[in-house]
């Protein structure tokens, strides 16, 4: 672990630091309008995928009993022994 001795001295790490500091952050009111938007997308995101699930249950569903329905017709023609 680097440790300065001296007021005057620089090490390496505190280049480093000085290099990757950010700057101190403002409040903006643009930053907040965003962060809002982000929740809104989010939100219809989710609608939009339950909407897509409840499409995808109602096709497996529909298909379902069609498949059925020609599994009865076909074993119907089917003479019993």
Known sequence: MLTRTTANVTTSLDA???????AP????????????EEG???AE???L???VAVAAIAAFIVLGLAVA???D???AGIPHA
């Open 73 to 75: 017709t076909g074993s």
């Open 16 to 22: 480093l630091h000085a290099t990757t500091r950010r």
């Open 25 to 36: 952050r403002r409040w903006v009111p643009t930053r907040l309008a965003v962060r809002d």
């Open 40 to 42: 809104v997308v989010t």
């Open 49 to 51: 995928l339950a909407l």
């Open 69 to 71: 329905h020609l599994f």
């Open 45 to 47: 995101y989710a609608i």
